[in-house]
């Protein structure tokens, strides 16, 4: 049983952004990333986020974050003329047709977007040219690493961080690669220098706890992970791992519990059952011991 459940938490795991299932966060305090990216916030931060006081490029990101494109790209489309020397105009349009799934498009703006950051355009300052450069190599990485690019990816969350050291979106998508391929010490590294920023961050807590477990310390494992709030722990990556740390501390019933009232999600619902039928036997055989 524990060689089966190693060989299900090595090969599955939270990719660095943007997964198919619910995740979203609630609570500003709780993501590291809330003031470089509306990627994980939840439908109620995103609408406190509408406001016609908010620029034009936050309107119409947070209208393709809520899946509203036609509204985003129409909001962006109507003021290309005007922001053709901008950067961060190309970065948003890429960011909708990203999240739209044009993968094709969403590259072109990008790619428009860096020839916007090239010294020779004199209408923003050096600042908001490296940000404006980082940001969009973190994105442009994004999209590699959807098609499992993962060498271009890496380069480009790399050039991110060099670019904006205090950018720390590229760094945690670096950590989470180096989690992809074992390479747990690395990850670990990143991951406690981004805790120093916000320790209460899900995603970061979640793999502080798989490298943990990767590293065969189910001690911290189990520190990290029951850090994270109740309302998070039956999240469809989550539980599993959750779950999985309570078998070891003989809690049984309360890793029953929590599978049982877990969030699904395609890409996790064969382990987590996996998991629920080792922690229903294991049950099993403790009542039999007891008789």
């Known amino acids: ?13 939270a990719g660095c952004s943007g997964q198919s299932f619910n995740n979203q966060i609630q609570k500003d305090q709780f993501d590291l990333l809330s003031e470089e990216s509306f990627m994980r916030y939840n439908t109620n931060r995103l609408s406190a986020m509408e406001s016609p006081n908010k620029d034009f490029l936050t309107q119409a990101l947070v209208a393709c974050h809520q899946k509203k494109f036609t509204k985003g790209l129409n909001l962006l489309e109507e003021k290309m003329q005007a922001n053709k020397t901008n950067p961060f105009y190309w970065n948003a349009l890429g960011t909708c047709y990203s999240l739209s799934k044009d993968a094709s498009k969403a590259l ?10 090239r010294s020779s355009n004199k209408e923003i300052s050096d600042k908001d040219r490296l940000l404006a450069e980082a940001l969009i190599s973190n994105n ?12 271009q990816a890496f380069d480009l969350f790399k050039k991110a961080t060099q670019i904006v050291p205090n950018f720390f979106t590229p760094e945690f998508n670096i950590a989470q690669l180096y989690i992809e391929f074992n390479e747990n010490d690395k990850a670990l590294e990143i991951l406690k220098k981004l805790e120093t920023k ?4 899900i995603d970061l807590l979640y793999a502080q706890s798989l490298v943990y477990f990767r590293k065969n310390d189910l001690e911290k494992s189990y520190s990290a992970i029951s850090r994270i709030p109740l309302d998070y722990l039956n999240r469809a990556d989550i539980v599993g791992l959750y779950a999985f740390n309570l078998m070891k501390k003989n809690k049984l019933e309360e890793a029953k519990l929590i599978l049982e009232k877990r969030m699904y999600a395609a890409e996790y619902n064969q382990r987590n059952e996996m998991i629920l039928d080792i922690v229903n036997q294991q049950i099993k055989e403790l009542s039999k011991t007891q008789k």
């Open 140 to 151: 442009t990485g994004l999209i590699h690493l959807g098609f499992k690019r993962y060498n």
């Open 198 to 201: 916000n320790a209460q961050d």
């Open 108 to 117: 072109f703006f990008y790619g428009l977007g860096l020839e916007a950051t």
């Open 1 to 13: 049983m524990k060689t089966s459940l190693i060989i299900l938490f090595t090969i599955m795991l």
